[in-house]
Structure formats: C-alpha cells, structure tokens
C-alpha cells in the first residue's frame, strides 16, 4: 500500500489528466453540461417529496420534508455516482492498460474525484436553497468537510472491490446499478433513522453511508442536538475495513489486469 501511494503521488500530474479528461467526455455534447449535477438530486428530491411529503413520523417535525431529503442527497449522489464511476473504470480505460504502465489504482480514484466538481455545484445549490427556507448554516456546517472524506472513502473502497472483480466478470456492470438502487432505499434519505426498528438497528448501522447522511443532517439542519458520533464511528469502521481489504485485492489482481481485459 505505501508502494501505491508514493507511485500515486509521483503520478499525480497524470491523476489530474485523468480527472479533467473525465469531466470533459462527461459533459461533451450534452445540453446542461454540469447543470446535470443539480438536475439529478433535485429530480429525486421532487420524487420523495411527492410521494411521501404528507407520510407523517418519517422525517423529524419543524424540517420542510423537501430540505431534509436534499441534504441526504448530495451526499448520496457523490457516493453513488463515484461508485459507478469507479467500478467501470478499469475496464473503461481497456486501450491504455494494456499499452503503458501506470498505478492501476490512478483510474479509480480520478472517476470518483471527477465527481467532486458535481459535488461542489450541488453544495452551492443546496446552501441556496437553506437560505431560501430561512435555514442558516452554522459553525457545525465544517463538519461537512470530514463526513465528504469519508464519503469519498467509501466510495473508493466498495468501487476498488468492483472495480478489479469487473475486470474478470463483466456481471459486475449489470448489478452495479441494481445494487445502488437497493442502497438508496437502505439509506436514511427518504426517512428519518428513528424510524429504523430496533431488530433492524444492527444490520442498518453496517451501511457505511448511515453514518455520512446523519451526519451531514445534524451539521445542517440540527446542530444543536447531540451529534451521531456513534454511527459516524460505525460508518468510519466499515470503509477503513473495506478499503484496507480492497487494497490487498486490487494489488494482488492488478498483475493480471491487462492479460485478462
């Protein structure tokens, strides 16, 4: 692992390339270009709202139903975009793999840091929008810096796994999708965690994005209630677990990466 970060380090200029390169075939050709980055969590948010504006008990009263879903959102849709973004990312870059050499583990990461540009856009918007519902940030609001990490962190460590097994199973691009959908409705976005049974509390707290969502909420909206120390620090165990396990996979597949591709 220290091998990986001193060569990532050496290559970092490349990671940039990588990046920018990322961004641009993203938005090449398209209409809104990066105003997609508004459009999708929004979109969602009018969805939640609609269909379960008016459920009562499953968000916390004195919070417009529409703020708290958006709050979730932005981070949600870092994680999950970086997921997919990460998971094909391997097999995406196919024609360079198997013509230069360079840390494998470069493509990951710049798909999920490609998504940071996203992520500042919808941080902007969402801002706005408190502001707008007479919702002011306070000092609490830098937690959001942290808990970003760590969504990135996540992201990275799930994507790496997905991102190496895809290489010799291309099923992975067929449940990738499926398996986000599954994990957004796992997540507390459209509900508040109180509402999570306490049979269920033990399985619940493994979602690693859990923690990242309470905790954007608490900094945003309920900075004066006690932070959710306990399920950042669950979220926290989780990603180092499966990161540290992703990194062993990805070194020891790497070797046969642009044999098998």
Known sequence: MALDLREIWLNRELLYFFVWRDLKVR???????ALWALIQPLALMLVFTLVLGNVEGIAPPGVPY?????????????????????????????????????????????????YLVDFVLGMAMLFIVMLLMGVVPTIA??????????????ALAFGIWLSAINVRYRDVRYAVPFLIQVWLFASPIAYSADVIPDELLPIYSLNPMSGVIEGFRWALLAPDAPAPL????????ITTIALVTGLGYFRRAERTFADII
């Open 141 to 154: 609001a830098i937690w959001v810096l942290p808990l970003t990490m760590l969504a990135l962190a996540a």
């Open 27 to 33: 938005y090449k050709q398209t209409a809104f270009g």
């Open 230 to 237: 306990p399920s950042i620090g669950i979220s926290i165990t």
């Open 66 to 114: 529409s703020l708290f879903t958006l709050v979730a959102l932005v981070p949600w849709t870092l994680f999950s975009q970086g997921l997919i973004g990460s998971s094909g990312s391997l097999v995406g870059a196919a024609n360079i793999l198997q013509k230069v050499y360079f840390p494998r583990l470069l493509m990951p990461i710049s798909s999920i840091g490609s």
